[in-house]
């Protein structure tokens, strides 16, 4: 089959069969009809049995493409009386791969009960029976050494003989009534003595060789067969039909087809997907795609797989059409499992570079100041469109994928990315508008707080609505972009709202935890400075009580503002009047008498009228804090009384009048001895400025201050380095006084002079000494 390329053929080709009996010139028919080299008899050496077998040929000039079988001859003594099961083998397997079988009968024979031709014909009947639908078969009589009596008169002779043999021949069932032109188409020709008339014998087999062209054409020998084997599938055919007769089995024709055109079928298929596999353009197709998309994927992968089922069907054409469209559905399956990781890839490549695109094209429209919605239906529009137009062109054809389930993914994740921008921009709106009312709030609320008075509250409430007010209206404002429900924008609205109380109530509770820091320095500020905020000078004239209660009050109005968060117009409270009464008001004198009576209005956890969730300073705490709040400002008041009790001590130096006037009385002797001695009245002063010196150079005052017994000790310690170092200092200045002046002869007058300036260089010296000693002795002070 190879060698004569009959698979080429496709059902364009015939096959033609000859049988008869054994030396009956079957070969040499073959030989000079189909111009064949089959073996031929050598009648000088005998008559004896030559082909042996089945032998097979293809003919030589004839159209379409015919194959002829040399079957063994029949009724031979080599296979013996009792051996004919070839004979029904091998005319079986004529009849089921011929279209024209040759019956090659002898001339005399015809009109006899027991000629040759007679069991022929009942083994030809008899096997047609064992085909279940047999194919119809051209049976070709064809008379041999033909006598004088005219074709005419043989033929219904003849034809006669064929019916009554296809009558007596049992039949199954089926086939009971069945005609033999159902089966058969009978032909009878006849030729002349090919060793007697061989002219005359080469002459009619020209003529006969002319009806065997185009035989399968319609009104040829074969032009009306039924159920033809492709030639592609002939030689499995015919091996598997063999296989059959040789055991003994029924022959079903039809299943027999079937069953070819399955096993050429899916070879066929197999030899398709193998060469796909194979091929260069899909390898390099399937490599390329795996890392990036390509242009025309859908264009090219169509164009191999129409290819590849093009050649299919063009091989296959002519099996069992239900046969061929399942093999082919299965080889389309095949192919379709082996192309479609590619396909997903590519159009995981599609749906990767469009979402890409996606992200780009929005961050672009938000840039430019789009509306968020806006964007991002204009945006999700323009990428679905886009992606759909992708598909296109990697979509193969035959398939009729569906892409719906990536293109939801991709809806997906453009609505998942749209969804994070979102909740990012949105994040980082209300994250500008919370910084923008921290900013706007903690500063003022703190300061507010700082300088607590009657109207910090409402001044506080008053900031918080304004600015709350503010920052939700452009808030609000910003959220019209994005297209959202009005219960979730209400919701957004809200939460900055409550961000904003948060704000300031999350002040008011850092501050609320550093009250103390600032009552104490309230009490400083208003204790420490008078009312032009200068420093308050301790001068004894000060009522340092008033003061100390002013302060404290003060400080207690602080802590009152802080024990309790009052946002809302209706918080009434009465806590600083509570504070008041409890640790301002109330005689010390007298409470451990009223403690047995009275309940403390300050032994609570809560204040009347003030939610828990209000409350920054419970009574218990303002209490604690009171009383530490006292302690440590009560070292400040102490340090005030001591201040102003030394400088009343520094300021009365005079004694007292009646003294003054006792001294006047008493001294007046002393007086006037004064006046009349002038030189007594240089001594004082000398003594008066020498004892100042000693004053203003001891520190006296400043000695006595912590006691009288310290002072003295102290000043005994002091006292006589404190002469020696005068005492050197007036030595020095006399030493200097005699280098500058020049020696000369004193005369009275100088001697005067100089008796004079003594008492005046001795004054200027304490003097020096004094004023040194009152400049030195603010420092020792300091």
Not at 72 to 77: A, F, K, L, V
Not at 646 to 651: E, Y
Request: contains cysteine.
């Amino acid at each position: 089959m190879k060698e004569v390329k009959l698979a080429e053929c496709g059902l364009s080709y015939a096959v033609v069969s000859i049988m008869g009996p054994q030396s009956s010139g079957k070969s040499t028919l073959l030989n000079n009809l189909f111009g064949t080299n089959f073996r031929e008899m050598d009648a000088f050496k005998g008559r004896s049995q030559t082909t042996k077998g089945i032998w097979m040929a293809r003919c030589n000039g004839i159209e379409p493409c015919t194959l002829v079988m040399d079957l063994e001859g029949t009724d031979g003594r080599e296979r013996g009386e009792d051996d004919t099961a070839f004979e029904k083998q091998s005319a079986l397997f004529a009849l089921a791969v011929s279209d024209i079988v040759l019956i090659n009968m002898w001339c005399h024979d015809i009109g006899r009960e027991q000629a040759a031709n007679k069991p022929l014909l009942k083994t030809v009947f008899q096997v047609m029976m064992r085909l279940f639908s047999p194919r119809k078969t051209t049976l070709l009589f064809v008379i041999r050494d033909k006598t004088r009596t005219p074709l005419e008169n043989l033929e219904p002779v003849l034809r006669e003989d064929i019916q009554k043999i296809w009558d007596s021949v049992p039949k199954p069932q089926a086939h009971k009534e069945t005609p033999l032109s159902e089966f058969f188409n009978v032909e009878v020709v006849a030729l002349s003595s090919f060793e007697e008339k061989e002219e005359q014998f080469r002459e009619q087999v020209a003529s006969l060789r002319q009806r065997f062209h185009h035989s399968i054409a319609p009104g040829g020998l074969a032009g009306d067969r039924r159920g033809v084997v492709p030639a592609s599938g002939f030689s499995f055919s015919s091996e598997q039909i063999w296989k059959v007769i040789k055991e003994n089995k029924d022959l079903d024709l039809p299943a027999h087809k079937v069953m070819v055109a399955t096993v050429r079928c899916e070879e066929i298929a197999n030899e398709k997907y193998a060469s796909f596999v194979a091929n260069e353009d899909w390898c390099q197709l399937e490599e390329a795609v795996q890392s990036g998309p390509i242009p025309g994927f859908g264009k090219k992968l169509n164009s191999l797989l129409d290819t590849y089922l093009s050649e299919y069907d063009a091989e296959a054409t002519y099996f069992d059409e239900g046969v061929r469209s399942s093999k082919q559905k299965q080889l389309q399956e095949k192919l379709f499992q082996l192309v479609q990781p590619a396909f997903q890839s590519a159009l995981g490549h599609v749906r990767s570079g469009t979402l890409d695109k996606f992200k780009e094209a929005f961050d672009k429209a938000l840039n430019r100041g789009e509306g968020f919605s806006v964007a991002a239906n204009n945006c999700i529009e323009s990428c679905m469109a886009q992606f759909d137009e992708a598909c296109a062109d990697v979509v193969i054809e035959q398939t009729n994928w569906d892409t719906t389930k990536v293109r939801e993914k991709l809806r997906r994740d453009v609505d998942a990315h749209v969804a994070t921008v979102r909740a990012t921009m949105i994040s980082e709106l209300t994250s500008k508008y919370e910084e923008k009312l921290k900013t706007a709030l903690s500063g003022p609320v703190e300061a507010l707080l700082d300088g607590a008075n009657s109207e910090t509250w409402p001044s506080i409430r008053n900031l918080l609505r304004r600015e709350a007010q503010s920052a939700v209206s452009e808030f609000s404002a910003a959220l019209d972009g994005f297209d959202m429900d009005e219960e979730t924008r209400q919701k957004m609205i809200l939460s900055l709202e409550d961000h904003a109380r948060g704000l300031v109530e999350g002040k008011a509770k850092e501050e609320a935890g550093r009250v103390l820091i600032r009552m104490k320095d309230r009490f400083t500020t208003l204790f420490s400075h008078d009312s032009d905020s200068m420093p308050r000078v301790w001068t004894g004239k000060e009522d340092i009580r008033a003061i100390t209660k002013t302060a404290r009050s003060a400080s207690l109005k602080l802590l009152a503002v802080m024990a309790a968060v009052r946002l809302d117009d209706d918080d009434t409270d009465n806590i600083e009047k509570v504070l008041s009464v409890a640790l301002v008001d109330s005689p010390s004198g007298s409470a451990a008498t009223k403690s047995i009576t009275m309940v403390d209005p300050l032994a609570s956890s809560s204040w009347e009228q003030v939610s828990s969730s209000k409350t920054l300073i419970t009574p218990v705490q303002c209490k604690s804090l009171w009383r530490q709040f006292k302690t440590e400002t009560e070292y400040s008041v102490s340090q005030a009384i001591s201040a102003q009790e030394a400088s009343k001590r520094n300021n009365n130096w005079l004694p007292p009048p009646w003294a003054i006037v006792a001294l006047v009385v008493l001294g007046f002797n002393e007086f006037m001895t004064l006046l009349r001695n002038p030189l007594y009245l240089g001594v004082i002063f000398v003594g008066y400025l020498l004892i100042k010196a000693l004053w203003v150079q001891l520190d006296v005052s400043g000695e006595f201050r912590n006691g009288a017994l310290p002072g003295i000790i102290s000043l005994s310690s002091k006292f006589l380095p404190t002469i020696m170092n005068i005492m050197k200092k007036l030595a020095e200045e006399g030493q200097n006084t005699t280098v500058n002046n020049p020696q000369r002869t004193p005369s009275k007058n100088s001697y005067n002079d100089g008796r004079r300036a003594a008492p005046s260089s001795a004054s200027s010296n304490l003097t020096s000494l004094d004023n040194g000693a009152e400049q030195e002795s603010p420092l020792k002070d300091d």
